[in-house]
Nanobody, 116 residues
Framework: QVQLVESGGGLVQAGGSLRLSCAASGSIFNINAMGWYRQAPGKQRELVAA???????NYADSVKGRFTISRDNAKNTVYLQMNSLKPEDTAVYYC??????????WGQGTQVTVSS
């Protein structure tokens, strides 16, 4: 089992920045990939960014060049640096972890609101 605790959401004006953090605990040695999804009201949850244990990254087209995902293995923490935020980035952001046994874990979600 893996437990995920997120922090860093909030309210920001368009063009501003936020950094989300996701701290993992539990069976962290078995984690293969971590990342972030988001879900806006009335929309499906979508993948925002992901990073593997080897450091490979993947981004949604809508955030490329603005968001950066990184991980600190010593702290078992993944970060999402979000720059040049737009109102359409407003959503609940969920951290996830995927382990080598196909287990999939979610964080509790953190609200990001970007005002115009």
């Amino acid at each position: 089992q893996v437990q995920l605790v997120e922090s860093g959401g909030g309210l920001v004006q368009a063009g501003g920045s936020l950094r989300l953090s996701c701290a993992a605990s539990g069976s962290i040695f078995n984690i293969n990939a971590m990342g972030w999804y988001r879900q806006a009201p009335g929309k499906q949850r979508e993948l925002v960014a992901a990073i593997t244990s080897g450091g490979s990254t993947n981004y949604a087209d809508s955030v490329k060049g603005r968001f950066t995902i990184s991980r600190d293995n010593a702290k078992n923490t993944v970060y999402l640096q979000m720059n040049s935020l737009k109102p359409e980035d407003t959503a609940v952001y969920y951290c996830y972890a995927e382990d080598k046994g196909d287990g999939f874990y979610w964080g509790q979600g953190t609200q990001v609101t970007v005002s115009s």
